[in-house]
T-cell receptor
Framework: DADVTQTPRNRITKTGKRIMLECSQT?????MYWYRQDPGLGLRLIYY???????NKGEISDGYSVSRQAQAKFSLSLESAIPNQTALYFC?????????????FGPGTRLTVL | EDKVVQSPLSLVVHEGDTVTLNCSYE??????LLWYKQEKKAPTFLFML????IEKKSGRLSSILDKKELSSILNITATQTGDSAIYLC?????????????FGQGTILTVHP
């Protein structure tokens, strides 16, 4: 079984719609992250959470919000989706045992906004 | 703002060639430099580098960090078609950003038979 899961894996939506991407992990890690990947731009950090009560903006948080419902769950919302939010979205986790150096990635959600 | 830059952005080689991928970084309170490999799915961890001049090696892949030059290289010898992937490097910040990675754009490596 995958340690970091994301749902849905693929989603097509229309401009202006609200959409939520969900991430769950069974690794017991305290830190969770949301990234988006666009061709030629690598991975860019949207939001990160060091624990349930600690949420921080990344470099491209505008147009996104997050919720850390529990240590194992971290959701990303697009309140009003727009076409330039079309991208591949990854959730990741990390733990103090590795000095938070290594991050473990989920399988990704491919989002298309028409 | 932290920044990581990779070069080249894409590379096409033939099986058996040796390739060198470059990564330069400007990361606040730098802690480590990480390399990931991404095929048609999530990135997977390759190496973590914290000390200058000490080579990390795994099979045909090796990597080294130069803290003076704020850079790292990833070498792949005797390339195979299975090495075709996006290679990402990331800088790990310390201080109040401890645990936060800044990724480079990635290098797309294509290995032809």
């Amino acid at each position: 079984d995958a340690d970091v899961t994301q749902t849905p894996r693929n989603r097509i939506t229309k401009t202006g719609k609200r959409i939520m991407l969900e991430c769950s992990q069974t690794k017991g890690h305290d830190r969770m992250y949301w990234y988006r990947q666009d061709p030629g731009l690598g991975l860019r950090l949207i939001y990160y959470s060091f624990d349930v009560k600690d949420i921080n903006k990344g470099e491209i948080s505008d147009g996104y919000s997050v919720s850390r419902q529990a240590q194992a769950k971290f959701s990303l919302s697009l309140e009003s989706a727009i076409p330039n939010q079309t991208a591949l979205y990854f959730c990741a986790t990390s733990e103090p045992g590795q000095g938070y150096n290594e991050q473990f990635f989920g399988p990704g959600t491919r989002l298309t906004v028409l | 703002e932290d920044k990581v830059v990779q070069s080249p952005l894409s590379l096409v080689v033939h099986e058996g060639d040796t390739v060198t991928l470059n990564c330069s970084y400007e990361v606040t309170n730098f802690r480590s430099l990480l390399w990931y490999k991404q095929e048609k799915k999530a990135p997977t961890f390759l190496f973590m580098l914290t000390s200058s001049g000490i080579e990390k090696k795994s099979g045909r892949l090796s990597s080294i960090l130069d803290k003076k030059e704020l850079s790292s290289i990833l070498n792949i010898t005797a390339t195979q078609t299975g090495d075709s992937a996006i290679y990402l490097c990331a800088g790990h910040a310390g201080g109040t950003s401890y645990g936060k990675l800044t990724f480079g754009q990635g290098t797309i490596l294509t290995v032809h038979p």
